[in-house]
């Protein structure tokens, strides 16, 4: 039986982060929201709980909850945040606002608990709230200045709580945490690996599908080629997949798409010209939210129309992902951006049923099952981009002069980044078209020209991203060669915005 840990949601931020820290500690995980059923918990497996941190208050009306027989499975159980807030609550401890509220990189001291070993002396706090006091059975055994009770634990009962965030990157050595947790606590084998998944895959995907036929949109991004092959590997010539080329594409993009499609994965793929169709649609459209709903719109569209002239097929082919199945499901996080998924096609299109072979991987799993099906590095490895394509990144409206300037100062851009081989140590990087000019001095001659943006990110998720720190020297000669290169261009300015507060995309 495959060992399993359930995450369950009480709605904060980096949920899904947890979720992924316990699989690359080597057990499956589901994030599942807080009061689902107890028998949905309990599932085929159940190795373990983790109760994430959230934005409710203990002890308001309406604060989240769970059905509480999950201290009753026999299960340990670990609550972070206001997971461990609601496990002092459930068992009589005692909780209350802290004047000052603990946020960011904060001094922490440990006991020698074994979930610590490994770990280093600085957490990640983000809360109002704290345990004052540990509930009856319960032993502190964490500290800091603000937080006397900075983790607990009770051995007998098997249930555990801290204060501090261990799944983000700030808290040293915080993956030290959930290891211990799952070997030195719940004893468990750790022995899952997305890896290993292919054989298994293809046998659910021939076990749905059939005879029947099979269409997938394919996008040029990791997600869909990853579905692609895995279909192809399981029912071969019954797949065909379609690739718009929307005319947001980057330089070159959808000839070398189609080269590795067509030549190199051997897939049977059709490309379909919709350029002038996408431009012309988004003639004068400013609104970044506007400009994905046309995008996400037409690309249905054209699907349909090339679907319909292939004869159909029973079964849509889609390069969904967990983060995605998660985000749809969860109705409370506010919408900062409405992410069209090139692959995100609408079910009642004429579909008999969905094929999702990646439903319940995370990105880094698919990049890794990537890699084991014999896919080119270079693709697996590709910086992700956005399914609205450069449209998102021409800020205003979009013409065809823009993305001229646009893909090649991005071409540019990414040339460099690639020879100062820094392609794999940035999770994103590219060029926006500001649209606002500036005056500058080229050759005696006073200039007014555009402003180029240059963005760079590292992430592990693009849910949280540090700016990258790329030498000053290879920065000169991007801005060297952009402006010398790309005409209308005079100035390049480098974004030093993390995220929070700011996004990945500039639109
Ligand atoms: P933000 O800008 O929200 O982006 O920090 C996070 C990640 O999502 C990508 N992104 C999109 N992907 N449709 C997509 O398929 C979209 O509308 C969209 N907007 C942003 C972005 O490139 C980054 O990887």
Same mark, same amino acid.
């Given at each position: 039986m495959?060992?399993?840990?359930?995450?369950?949601?009480f709605g $904060?931020q980096y949920?899904?982060?947890?979720?992924?820290r316990?699989?690359?500690?080597?057990?499956?995980?589901?994030?599942?929201?807080h009061?689902?059923?107890?028998e949905?918990?309990?599932?085929?497996?159940?190795?373990?709980?983790i109760m994430?941190?959230? *934005?409710?208050s203990?002890?308001?009306?309406?604060a989240?909850?769970?059905d509480?027989?999950?201290?009753?499975?026999?299960? *340990?159980?670990l609550?972070?945040?206001?997971?461990m807030q609601?496990?002092a609550?459930?068992f009589?401890?005692?909780i209350?606002?802290?004047?000052?509220?603990e946020? =960011?990189?904060?001094?922490?001291?440990?006991?020698?608990?074994?979930?610590?070993?490994?770990?280093?002396?600085?957490?990640?706090?983000?809360h109002n709230?704290s345990v004052?006091?540990?509930?009856?059975?319960?032993a502190?055994?964490?500290?800091?200045? %603000?937080?006397p009770v900075? %983790?607990?634990?009770d051995?007998?009962?098997k &249930?555990?709580?801290i204060?501090?965030?261990?799944?983000?990157?700030?808290t040293?050595n915080?993956?030290?945490?959930?290891e211990?947790f799952?070997?030195?606590?719940?004893?468990?084998?750790?022995?899952?690996?997305?890896a290993?998944?292919?054989?298994?895959?293809?046998?659910?995907?021939?076990?749905q599908? $059939?005879?029947?036929?099979?269409i997938?949109?394919?996008?040029? =991004?990791?997600?869909?080629?990853?579905?692609?092959v895995?279909?192809?590997e399981?029912v071969?010539?019954?797949?065909?997949?379609?690739?718009?080329d929307?005319?947001?594409?980057?330089?070159?993009?959808?000839?070398?798409?189609?080269?590795?499609?067509?030549?190199?994965?051997?897939l049977?793929?059709?490309?379909?010209?919709?350029?002038?169709?996408?431009?012309?649609?988004?003639?004068?459209i400013?609104? *970044?939210?506007?400009?994905?709903?046309?995008?996400?719109?037409?690309f249905?569209?054209?699907?349909?129309?090339e679907?319909k002239?292939? $004869?159909?097929?029973?079964?849509l082919?889609? =390069?969904?992902?967990? *983060?995605d199945?998660i985000?749809?499901?969860t109705?409370?996080?506010?919408?900062?951006?409405?992410?069209?998924?090139?692959?995100?096609?609408?079910?009642?299109?004429?579909?008999?049923?969905?094929?999702?072979?990646?439903?319940?991987?995370?990105?880094?799993?698919?990049r890794?099952?990537?890699?084991?099906?014999?896919?080119?590095?270079?693709?697996v490895?590709?910086?992700?981009?956005?399914?609205?394509?450069l449209?998102?990144?021409?800020?205003?409206?979009?013409?065809?002069?823009?993305?001229?300037?646009?893909?090649?100062?991005?071409?540019i851009?990414r040339?460099?980044?690639?020879?100062?081989?820094?392609?794999?140590?940035?999770?994103?990087?590219?060029t926006?078209f500001?649209?606002?000019?500036?005056?500058? &001095?080229?050759?005696d001659?006073?200039t007014?020209?555009?402003?180029? $943006?240059?963005?760079?990110?590292?992430?592990?998720d %693009?849910?949280?991203?540090?700016?990258?720190?790329?030498?000053?020297?290879?920065?000169?000669?991007?801005?060297?060669?952009?402006?010398g290169?790309?005409?209308h &261009?005079?100035?390049v300015?480098?974004?030093?915005?993390?995220?929070?507060?700011?996004?990945?995309e500039?639109?």
């Amino acid at each position: 039986m495959r060992e399993r840990v359930v995450v369950l949601d009480f709605g $904060g931020q980096y949920n899904q982060l947890i979720a992924r820290r316990v699989r690359e500690a080597g057990v499956y995980s589901e994030l599942i929201t807080h009061d689902a059923p107890i028998e949905r918990i309990k599932g085929e497996s159940l190795s373990a709980i983790i109760m994430t941190g959230g *934005p409710d208050s203990a002890y308001e009306e309406g604060a989240k909850a769970c059905d509480n027989a999950v201290f009753s499975l026999g299960v *340990p159980v670990l609550g972070i945040c206001y997971g461990m807030q609601y496990i002092a609550k459930v068992f009589g401890g005692a909780i209350a606002s802290a004047p000052i509220r603990e946020y =960011g990189h904060t001094k922490i001291r440990f006991t020698d608990h074994p979930l610590f070993t490994g770990m280093g002396d600085v957490v990640w706090m983000n809360h109002n709230d704290s345990v004052t006091r540990a509930p009856e059975g319960f032993a502190a055994i964490a500290s800091t200045c %603000a937080c006397p009770v900075a %983790a607990f634990a009770d051995e007998e009962r098997k &249930v555990y709580g801290i204060q501090f965030h261990a799944e983000v990157t700030h808290t040293q050595n915080g993956q030290k945490l959930f290891e211990n947790f799952l070997k030195s606590v719940c004893n468990l084998k750790c022995d899952y690996s997305a890896a290993n998944l292919k054989d298994e895959l293809i046998a659910s995907i021939r076990a749905q599908v $059939g005879d029947k036929r099979v269409i997938g949109a394919l996008s040029g =991004g990791v997600d869909s080629s990853v579905a692609s092959v895995l279909v192809h590997e399981a029912v071969g010539a019954q797949m065909t997949c379609i690739f718009v080329d929307h005319g947001l594409l980057r330089e070159n993009e959808a000839d070398d798409v189609m080269r590795v499609y067509h030549d190199t994965l051997s897939l049977n793929i059709i490309k379909v010209d919709a350029r002038e169709r996408f431009l012309s649609k988004l003639a004068g459209i400013t609104e *970044p939210e506007q400009k994905r709903k046309i995008i996400g719109e037409e690309f249905i569209r054209v699907f349909e129309e090339e679907s319909k002239k292939l $004869g159909g097929a029973e079964y849509l082919l889609q =390069g969904t992902i967990y *983060p995605d199945v998660i985000e749809s499901g969860t109705s409370s996080a506010s919408t900062i951006k409405s992410h069209h998924n090139v692959g995100g096609l609408p079910k009642d299109i004429g579909f008999v049923g969905l094929v999702e072979p990646l439903r319940m991987l995370f990105k880094d799993e698919v990049r890794a099952l990537g890699e084991s099906l014999g896919i080119p590095h270079e693709l697996v490895w590709r910086q992700p981009f956005p399914g609205p394509g450069l449209a998102i990144r021409v800020l205003g409206d979009v013409t065809e002069d823009k993305l001229a300037i646009l893909r090649r100062s991005d071409a540019i851009f990414r040339e460099e980044v690639k020879t100062a081989g820094l392609s794999e140590a940035i999770w994103q990087y590219f060029t926006v078209f500001t649209g606002m000019r500036t005056v500058g &001095v080229m050759g005696d001659l006073r200039t007014y020209d555009y402003i180029i $943006g240059v963005r760079a990110v590292t992430s592990t998720d %693009a849910m949280t991203v540090e700016w990258a720190e790329i030498p000053y020297s290879v920065l000169r000669r991007i801005s060297e060669r952009i402006i010398g290169e790309v005409p209308h &261009v005079n100035r390049v300015v480098y974004d030093i915005t993390s995220k929070p507060p700011g996004t990945i995309e500039w639109e």
